[in-house]
C-alpha cells in the first residue's frame, strides 16, 4: 500500500469520530455543561483516569472482567459446540435451552447473580457465561457445520489422528467464524459487563459511571464511558491483526487493494 493510499484509509477511519467531536463541541456551546460539556473538559478527564493508578485499576478491573467472561463463554461455549455436532441428539435437547437462555434480559441475570452469589467477581464472571454461551456455542456449531463435506472426505483419505484432524482442517476452517464471533460478543460483554457493575460491584467502569450520575457530571461520565469504548478499540484491533495474518491466504479483490 503506498503512503497516500495508507493516509486516505486513516482519513476515512478518522472522519466519522471528529464529525462527531466537531458536534458534540457545538453542542456544548449551546447547551449547559451538564448536559454537554467541553470536549477539552471530556478528554483531559479521560486522560487523567488513565494516567492515575486507583482510576486506571478501575479500568483494568472491568477488562479483567470481560476478558474474563468471554474467555470462560468461549471455551464452555465450544466444547458444548463440538459435543452437539457430533451428536445430533443432544444438539436437539440443548439448542431450546441456549435460546431459552439467551432470551432472558442482561439485567434479569444480573438480579439472579445478586440473589445467588456472594462474591463480586462470582457474580459477574457468571453473567458474563450465560449471556455470552449461547452465541458463542451457536456461532461455532454453525461454522461447525458448515465445513465443506468434501474437504473432510479428501483429509480423512490420508487417515489423519484426531490430533491431526482438528489442527489441519477444523480450527483453519473455522477461525474466520471465531473471529467474527470474537467481534460480535466484545461489543455485548462490554455492554453487559457494565450493567452488573452498575448493580452488582462496588469497583469498575459501571461502578464509577454510577458515582458520576449521583454527581450529575456528564464530563465524567462521558470520560469513563470512553474508557470501555477504548477497551474495545483495543481488542477489535487486535483481532483484526489476527484476522489478517492468519487468513492471509484469502483473496482480495483488486478493486478493494
Do not use: C
Not at 449547559?32 to 470536549?39: E, G, K, L, N, Q
Not at 460480535?184 to 459511571?209: F, H, K, P, Q
Amino acid at each position: 500500500m503506498t503512503p497516500a493510499a495508507w493516509l486516505l484509509r486513516m482519513a476515512t477511519v478518522a472522519l466519522p469520530f471528529v464529525v462527531v467531536v466537531f458536534a458534540w463541541q457545538i453542542a456544548s456551546w449551546l447547551l449547559p455543561p451538564y448536559i454537554a460539556p467541553p470536549v477539552a473538559a471530556v478528554f483531559g478527564r479521560a486522560l487523567a483516569i488513565l494516567l492515575h493508578w486507583p482510576t486506571l485499576a478501575e479500568v483494568l478491573a472491568t477488562v479483567a472482567r470481560t476478558l474474563g467472561g468471554l474467555v470462560g463463554a468461549f471455551l464452555i461455549g465450544a466444547a458444548l459446540a463440538a459435543a452437539m455436532g457430533r451428536m445430533t441428539p443432544l444438539a436437539r435437547a440443548v439448542t431450546p435451552l441456549l435460546t431459552f437462555i439467551q432470551g432472558i434480559p442482561g439485567l434479569s441475570w444480573v438480579v439472579f447473580a445478586v440473589i445467588w452469589f456472594k462474591g463480586t467477581e462470582t457474580r459477574i464472571f457468571f453473567i458474563m457465561v450465560l449471556t455470552g454461551l449461547p452465541a458463542f456455542t451457536f456461532q461455532m456449531l454453525d461454522a461447525y457445520r458448515s465445513l465443506s463435506r468434501d474437504l473432510v472426505e479428501m483429509v480423512l483419505s490420508f487417515r489423519p489422528h484426531r490430533a491431526q484432524m482438528l489442527r489441519v482442517l477444523i480450527l483453519p476452517a473455522m477461525l474466520p467464524e471465531i473471529l467474527t464471533a470474537w467481534k460480535i460478543n466484545l461489543g455485548n460483554a462490554s455492554r453487559v459487563v457494565v450493567l452488573a457493575e452498575l448493580v452488582g460491584a462496588t469497583s469498575g467502569v459501571g461502578y464509577e459511571l454510577m458515582q458520576q450520575q449521583q454527581l450529575f457530571d456528564m464530563a465524567g461520565a462521558v470520560a469513563w464511558t470512553l474508557q470501555l469504548v477504548l477497551f474495545v478499540l483495543v481488542v477489535q484491533g487486535l483481532i483484526a491483526l489476527i484476522e489478517r495474518r492468519a487468513l492471509r491466504y484469502r483473496a482480495v479483490s483488486e478493486r478493494q487493494a
